[in-house]
């Protein structure tokens, strides 16, 4: 969780983890969803259409708890008190700490995500990276 050095590699790291977050895990289930993407109700269950993405987010905050689900983490954050409510945000890598202060670059939110691998919906989930401070 390290800063990047230049703009480019940022948008990669975005671009991964809204790849991976599309896939939710569910990578046995990958020929099956190939065979079929190109259809309306594979497309329909994409969990980045509708994805909602405007002016890229970014705040501080600190993490309250954090659940691994394969190669990326879901972690529930409290924002500083000028940055708005307690969120939940997905990311690729390493759980943070619990009590870590952490920097968030969101790339788009996602409302009423359901998780198939934690078997969870989470009401608003911001697609970020992470920046331990």
């Not at 991976?20 to 289930?29: E, L």
């Not at 405007?54 to 008190?81: F, K, N, Q, R």
């Not at 939940?88 to 870590?100: I, K, M, N, R």
Request: proline share 6%; with cysteine.
């Amino acid at each position: 969780m390290t800063a990047c050095p230049a703009p480019w590699p940022r948008c990669i790291v975005l671009a991964g983890l809204l790849v991976a977050a599309a896939c939710d895990g569910a990578r046995a289930d990958a020929a099956a969803d190939t065979a079929t993407a190109r259809t309306p109700a594979a497309t329909a269950a994409n969990p980045l259409v509708d994805l909602g993405v405007g002016d890229s987010t970014e705040y501080d905050a600190t993490v309250i708890a954090s659940l691994a689900a394969g190669e990326y983490s879901y972690v529930e954050l409290e924002p500083a008190a000028s940055q708005g409510e307690r969120r939940w945000a997905v990311t690729l890598g390493e759980q943070p700490p619990v009590g870590a202060l952490v920097h968030a670059r969101v790339a788009g939110t996602k409302h009423d995500f359901e998780s198939r691998r934690l078997q969870r919906r989470f009401e608003r989930l911001d697609f970020a990276a992470l920046e331990l401070l």
